[in-house]
T-cell receptor, first 109, second 116 residues
Framework: EDKVVQSPLSLVVHEGDTVTLNCSYE??????LLWYKQEKKAPTFLFML????IEKKSGRLSSILDKKELFSILNITATQTGDSAIYLC?????????FGTGTRLTIIP | SQTIHQWPATLVQPVGSPLSLECTVE??????LYWYRQAAGRGLQLLFY??????ISSEVPQNLSASRPQDRQFILSSKKLLLSDSGFYLC???????????????FGSGTQLSVL
């Protein structure tokens, strides 16, 4: 059975801090790992990672994948209150995506 | 461009009543379709996925069922709702592999179901 574990489950930091969110996985026939941000309803796509060691970057957010150790991290630098959300990690094997339980990030002004 | 519609946005149903949530995709053909459930404060649990008309794969044994009567229509149903069926239900689609967009999943706006 495919498995995705995210840590921490929740995180509260002050605006301006840097945070690192973790995602480890066990999946058959790995194809890709995706990060999503969920603020209210539908999750919105952040990154898709398929190769080890290649950092994906978008503004203050960045992510990297380690296929040997089976994990990924999502970094957010200079956090803002708008970064408050649940961050979901998902891994694809075969035809489906398996999601982790998410990390609830709260940014205090 | 492709869009996904999911309705209703919120639903309050008594225990034992039937359920039907509908999801349709526009602007694409032969999509992979998915139903996820998210309990409060939890991640997304895959309930069903479909790679074609009439093809349904179930991930967890439960009180729910899914059907795909048309290529771009995916329906989540129950004959008798339980209290434990309460949650946030998300429909999602993804192109068949090789049609672009990588493996990115596109989500509908979700249905908040409360069973009382």
């Amino acid at each position: 059975e495919d498995k995705v574990v995210q840590s921490p489950l929740s995180l509260v930091v002050h605006e301006g801090d840097t945070v690192t969110l973790n995602c480890s996985y066990e999946v058959t026939n790995f194809r890709s790992l995706l990060w999503y941000k969920q603020e209210k309803k539908a999750p919105t796509f952040l990154f898709m990672l398929t190769s080890s060691g290649i950092e994906k970057k978008s503004g203050r957010l960045s992510s990297i994948l380690d296929k040997k150790e089976l994990f990924s991290i999502l970094n957010i630098t200079a956090t803002q209150t708008g970064d408050s959300a649940i961050y979901l990690c998902a891994v694809e094997g075969n035809e489906k995506l398996t999601f982790g339980t998410g990390t609830r990030l709260t940014i205090i002004p | 461009s492709q869009t996904i519609h999911q309705w209703p946005a919120t639903l309050v149903q008594p225990v034992g009543s039937p359920l039907s949530l509908e999801c349709t995709v526009e602007g694409t053909s032969n999509p992979n379709l998915y139903w996820y459930r998210q309990a409060a404060g939890r991640g997304l649990q895959l309930l069903f996925y479909s790679v074609g008309i009439g093809q349904i794969s179930s991930e967890v044994p439960q009180n729910l069922s899914a059907s795909r009567p048309q290529d771009r229509q995916f329906i989540l149903s129950s004959k008798k709702l339980l209290l434990s069926d309460s949650g946030f239900y998300l429909c999602a689609w993804r192109p068949l592999r090789g049609r672009g967009h990588g493996e990115k999943l596109f989500f509908g706006s979700g249905t908040q179901l409360s069973v009382l």
